[in-house]
């Protein structure tokens, strides 16, 4: 039984697939879902902390992912934490599988391939070959798909 899931989520279309996936899993009332948002570090700039002050500039962005990741909570049928990080998104969603000790993670894959692979970065290669449980990368699917999905 999966005790632990970490859904590493971020602000685009395929968050929501994530989410779809995630709810697909059968999840018991006792298990714990940990819904996560990496803000991507900028330069040598400090990491934002959830329990940090945070000027009005900054809370912004903060406030509005968090907003979101709690209307993913509220569909979940057991219990979940959020976690809102700043860092590199690959270590960082490592990070809270180890401090949460998950059972799985599951996150998007943005579909890289060759080239592009290497020179923007898989953050779901780099996950999937670090991390330290099970690891689900759920790939794009096409828009068609996603509207048949709401028809039926």
Same mark, same amino acid.
């Given at each position: 039984m999966l005790k632990t899931i970490l859904a590493a989520l971020d602000e685009s279309k395929l968050a929501e697939q994530v989410i779809q996936i995630v709810t697909q899993l059968q999840l018991k009332p006792e298990t714990k879902v940990v819904l996560s948002?990496?803000?991507?570090?900028?330069?040598?700039?400090?990491?934002?902390?959830?329990?940090?002050?945070?000027?009005?500039?900054?809370? =912004?962005?903060? *406030?509005?992912?968090? %907003?979101?990741?709690?209307?993913?909570?509220?569909? =979940?049928?057991?219990? /979940? $934490?959020?976690?809102?990080?700043?860092?590199?998104?690959?270590?960082?969603?490592? *990070? =809270?599988?180890?401090?949460?000790? @998950?059972?799985?993670?599951?996150?998007?894959?943005? !579909?890289?391939?060759?080239? $592009? *692979?290497?020179?923007? *970065? /898989?953050?779901? !290669?780099?996950? @999937?070959?670090?991390?330290?449980?099970?690891?689900?990368?759920? %790939?794009?699917?096409?828009?068609?798909?996603?509207?048949?999905?709401?028809?039926?």
């Open positions: 948002h990496v803000i991507p570090a900028v330069g040598d700039a400090p990491t934002i902390g959830a329990d940090l002050p945070r000027h009005n500039a900054q809370e =912004l962005p903060y *406030r509005h992912i968090e %907003k979101q990741l709690q209307i993913y909570q509220a569909h =979940l049928p057991c219990q /979940s $934490d959020l976690e809102i990080v700043s860092g590199d998104p690959a270590e960082e969603i490592i *990070r =809270l599988a180890n401090i949460y000790q @998950v059972d799985l993670i599951v996150l998007g894959s943005r !579909g890289l391939t060759g080239l $592009d *692979r290497i020179v923007q *970065r /898989s953050v779901s !290669g780099q996950v @999937v070959a670090e991390a330290p449980c099970s690891v689900l990368v759920v %790939k794009p699917r096409p828009e068609s798909e996603i509207g048949a999905d709401a028809t039926n």
